[in-house]
């Protein structure tokens, strides 16, 4: 495996193509499990190779913003009159229960 970033992304170009004439040759050999694997392998090693080169053109120092997916999405917000509504229901409820408890 080569140690410049260049080379790297060059060595992960010609795996995507060497991946990709062996799809092709699963494929007229009609063998179907076989050229899906090539073609995976060689869609993986194209990406990345993109990403090797996006990562030469940014700065050093330069860190992603951080992606946390377990992250908690509040509830969606209920609409102002079914709020107001459900409000005037538990006032109801519980001036009616003040009422029975005088009684």
Request: aromatic share 8%.
């Amino acid at each position: 495996m080569p140690a410049n970033f260049r080379e790297i992304a060059e060595f992960q170009r010609r795996e995507a193509a060497r991946h990709f004439a062996l799809a092709q040759q699963a494929r007229d050999r009609k063998s179907r499990s076989e050229a899906e694997y090539h073609t995976q392998m060689a869609v993986h090693h194209a990406r990345t190779a993109v990403e090797q080169e996006k990562g030469m053109t940014q700065p050093l120092g330069y860190k992603p913003a951080p992606q946390n997916p377990n992250r908690w999405n509040p509830e969606p917000r209920l609409p102002a009159a079914l709020a107001w509504l459900l409000s005037v229901f538990r006032g109801a409820e519980r001036f009616a229960t003040s009422v029975r408890q005088l009684m």
